[in-house]
């Protein structure tokens, strides 16, 4: 068979797997390279805001992302990183629609797919932080709502570090738009974010809120980011949601003159792409250190491999009988519920005594709700509700983790 027929077909037994992805994106899929990496090495001083940068600069963006569509990239991520609300303020610049609208201009139309990159806020949710969650909803869904208008077309949540507030991008980008989500967490040598939160329990709650695409950029090489997410290829193929790896070059080291090199070369680099397509991760693309020649290499590899991929030895997860919090997942016992805790103002102190390894909780009304939600936090357990719908879905909205829901 030639081999653009092999990888056509391939494309098409890969979306049957992964149902939740868009199916006029292809699959496997090569994301681009680093920007701000790329950036500093092409003159960008260390310390800069790189949007403004970017805007005053605007050619040295174009020839990187040139270099990455031409080298094989099949989709790149608009200069928008720190474009939202409060991380440009803490920068002095109060015009954030304005920058991303520009700033997204200068990426949609230039390859086949372009995605509205996103970032961390730097704000604390509550009850750990003092920002209320809706208010950093808000802030995603004014980025959201500029970069939807501007022509992109999907949106890239990135470098997140803690899951509740990855789940507020979610839900703040659906609030104003239908296009599809890739989420990426960037996470330690053990899979756990800063705030805690497990690889597994962030793609669970995640694909509840009805993300695309989950994975994780930074952090790691593609030697240290490979075995974290083969973990997660069983729970993957159950949601139907592919796989994605961002890898930074292998470690940074920095010179006496502030620049930073990478370890691995590009053809370093691209001999582990093999293992993550083999090993259920088809979505693929370069982080800090990375560039052209990164994605041209990787190009080479995934096109060599891209018909050959047989994920029928992977078995999926039973995903629909979990529950988990942020950092624990279970398959609770529903034979032997029993009766559920209401959630009153005992909730808390008979919830944090309960037998077992989750908690049942009745939700028939949303002052209940309310209770769970200010309680929730503070539990260790994944929890399994029963109640008012109307409740149960104020409930998942605010619950970092993913409830399973009995019906009465």
Request: with cysteine.
């Amino acid at each position: 068979m030639p081999v653009r027929k092999e990888q056509e077909k391939m494309s098409d037994t890969l979306h049957e797997l992964y149902p939740k992805f868009p199916k006029n994106f292809p699959l496997p899929m090569l994301l681009d390279a680093s920007t701000g990496t790329s950036l500093m090495r092409d003159g960008m001083p260390a310390g800069s805001c790189t949007e403004k940068w970017v805007l005053d600069h605007p050619d040295v963006l174009k020839s990187i992302q040139t270099s990455y569509e031409e080298n094989g990239s099949d989709a790149l991520y608009t200069p928008t990183f720190g474009a939202n609300r409060p991380t440009l303020a803490r920068g002095g610049f109060d015009n954030p629609d304005e920058m991303n609208r520009e700033l997204a201009s200068l990426s949609v139309g230039k390859a086949k797919f372009t995605g509205g990159d996103m970032s961390p806020t730097g704000l604390f949710i509550e009850p750990f932080g003092d920002t209320p969650f809706d208010e950093v909803v808000a802030v995603y869904r004014e980025q959201a709502k500029v970069l939807d208008e501007a022509g992109v077309d999907f949106f890239i949540p990135e470098t997140n570090i803690s899951l509740q507030e990855a789940r507020a991008a979610v839900i703040g980008i659906r609030e104003v738009s239908d296009k599809p989500i890739f989420v990426t967490m960037t996470v330690d040598n053990e899979g756990m974010t800063l705030s805690g939160d497990s690889l597994v329990s962030c793609l669970l709650s995640l694909a509840e809120l009805g993300i695309n695409a989950f994975g994780t950029n930074c952090s790691q090489g593609p030697d240290g980011m490979l075995p974290l997410l083969q973990g997660l290829a069983p729970y993957s193929l159950a949601l139907g949601i592919p796989l994605i790896a961002k890898p930074n070059a292998g470690m940074p080291h920095e010179e006496p003159d502030g620049s930073r090199h990478f370890d691995l070369t590009a053809d370093d680099f691209a001999k582990y792409v093999p293992g993550f397509l083999e090993s259920g991760i088809p979505i693929i693309g370069g982080c800090c250190g990375t560039d052209a020649e990164f994605i041209k290499k990787m190009r080479e590899s995934m096109d060599a491999h891209a018909g050959k991929l047989d994920y029928s030895g992977i078995e999926k997860a039973d995903t629909d009988s979990m529950a988990c919090t942020n950092r624990e997942t279970v398959i609770p016992d529903i034979e032997s519920l029993g009766d559920p805790i209401p959630a009153d103002e005992n909730f808390f102190d008979e919830a944090s005594m309960a037998a077992g390894d989750f908690v049942y909780v009745s939700l028939p009304d949303e002052i209940a709700a309310d209770t769970f939600i200010e309680n929730a936090p503070m539990l260790t357990l994944p929890c399994v509700v029963t109640g008012d719908p109307t409740a149960i879905a104020k409930a998942k909205r605010y619950y970092n983790g993913k409830l399973l829901v009995v019906e009465e």
